[in-house]
């Protein structure tokens, strides 16, 4: 069973915004840690921004101030607001779910993972 599914990436120039979702079964939207995550070529796969049930956020430094993770509870639906985006943001985007209580920040939180959505960002 499909458990999270992202969408909305795709390829921009440096400068724009992209807005990605990731639409969660309800059982897994209940987790006490939803993520996103992103994957480079030839570099190890980093935590973005995260968000817990209390609605407290947290943001890699290279991110923070430019990307807004929120959550739509009626929808089941995480989002990733991206602005400012710069080629170095280039990598596949993966949403994730986390159901142990705790830091939202490292990847050992997380159990449950989507497939993912690429994002491209040209100079």
């Known amino acids: 069973q499909v458990q999270l599914v992202e969408s909305g990436g795709g390829s921009v120039q440096a400068g724009g915004s992209l807005r990605l979702s990731c639409a969660a079964a309800?059982?897994?939207?209940?987790?006490?840690?939803m993520g996103w995550f992103r994957h480079a070529p030839g570099k190890e796969r980093e935590g973005v921004a995260s968000?817990?049930?209390?609605?407290?956020?947290s943001y890699a430094d290279s991110v923070r101030g430019r990307f807004t993770i929120s959550k739509d509870n009626a929808k089941n639906t995480l989002y990733l607001q991206m602005n400012s985006l710069k080629p170095e943001d280039t990598a596949m985007y993966y949403c994730a779910a986390g159901r142990m209580v705790g830091d939202c920040r490292p990847r050992r939180s997380y159990n449950d993972w989507g497939q993912g959505t690429q994002v491209t960002v040209s100079s």
């Open positions: 968000i817990n049930t209390h609605g407290t956020t």
């Open positions: 309800a059982g897994t939207f209940r987790s006490y840690c």
